[in-house]
């Protein structure tokens, strides 16, 4: 299955082999990130419906987040001072163009409906990869893949509800993530292997920064003492999570441990509820649920298709 990340998705080539068995402290480290990675959605939510002062454009947000994110990076390389390769610009720069847009609208997604629902659409990525890998790697894709598909757009089909306006302009923003972090994936299949994972968080943090800097000048506003507050919050959990995450699957098996990763979506409904009174209705349930059982049955037959190879 692809590992959902805050940036996008990290293909289980792009991590570190397992070293030493140690599931109990890789579910840990799981849960520790989907926790961070649901905070960071709420805090995005605070920045951009005015919660810490005038709502910030999401832009500003994804500025904030690639910022402080790649202070933390940078800091981490500098201290370890890792072996680093040439790396491949083009499919660095296309792959970070579609993360930034992903989280640039997944955070317009957050203010604008529950975070549960934002999170849910956005497990469509992984769907998206896989249908847009049939035109653009030439992939085959089998009736098992068509019918996980087809159960996960189904659920997306339940929280959008056309029809709605404003939970439907919310859910498209998501569904536009979805889309831009699947075909992010498509790139990242093609780094996947080549490159040491803290080399591509600072190579895609850094192109991130510079295309968030040349696009925050157009909406750029003074943000309070709090927003500020928030923005660093948001790039060092942010930052943090993508460590708990790659240190996870180095420690399991990415078919036992990226399931867990679906407690991102409890974790963001509790924050909603506990900071904003958001209750997940029966529609967010039902259309949660039936994203995830498609996204489930793609990660079963994927990692049934590698034991087999």
């Known amino acids: 299955m692809t590992n959902l990340t805050p940036q996008g998705p990290i293909p289980p080539g792009a991590l570190p082999p397992p070293g030493a068995a140690a599931p109990g402290r890789a579910v840990t480290l799981m849960i520790c990130a989907t926790a961070l990675l649901a905070g960071t959605t709420l805090i995005a ?3 951009g419906t005015g919660a810490l002062g005038p709502a910030l454009h999401p832009m500003q947000v994804s500025f904030g987040r690639f910022l402080f994110a790649w202070i933390v990076i940078v ?3 500098a201290v370890l001072r890792p072996r680093l390769t040439r790396p491949d610009l083009r ?5 970070t163009l579609c993360g930034w847009s992903g989280v640039t609208l997944m955070f317009a997604a957050a203010a604008a409906i529950p975070l549960s629902d934002a999170i849910a659409i956005s497990f469509l990525n992984p769907v998206f990869a896989m249908l847009l890998a049939i035109p653009l790697l030439g992939e085959k894709v ?5 019918l996980a598909a087809a159960i996960a757009i189904t659920g997306a089909m339940i929280l959008i509800r056309p029809g ?3 939970m439907q302009a919310g859910a498209l923003l998501a569904l536009g993530a979805a889309l831009a972090l699947g075909l992010e994936l498509i790139f990242m299949k093609r780094l996947s292997g080549r490159e040491r994972p ?3 968080l600072v190579v895609n943090n850094s192109m991130g920064l510079a295309i968030a800097t040349c696009a925050v000048v157009w909406v750029w506003q003074p943000p309070t003492a709090a927003q500020w507050a928030g923005m660093v919050g948001i790039g060092v959990i942010m930052a943090c999570a993508q460590g708990f995450f790659i240190t996870a699957l180095a420690r399991a098996d990415a078919s036992f441990i990226t399931p867990f990763s679906y407690l991102t979506l409890v974790f963001a ?4 509820a506990a900071l904003f009174g958001v209750i997940p209705t029966a529609f967010s349930l039902g259309g949660a649920a039936t994203i995830i059982a498609g996204a489930a049955l793609l990660a079963w037959r994927e990692a049934l298709h590698r034991r087999r190879a």
Do not use: N, S
């Open 198 to 200: 803290l080399q591509i």
């Open 269 to 272: 409904a509790l924050y909603d």
């Open 164 to 166: 709605g306006t404003a």
């Open 91 to 95: 499919g660095h720069a296309a792959r």
């Open 75 to 77: 800091t981490t390389l």
């Open 45 to 47: 939510k605070a920045l």
């Open 142 to 146: 089998g009736p098992w893949r068509w």
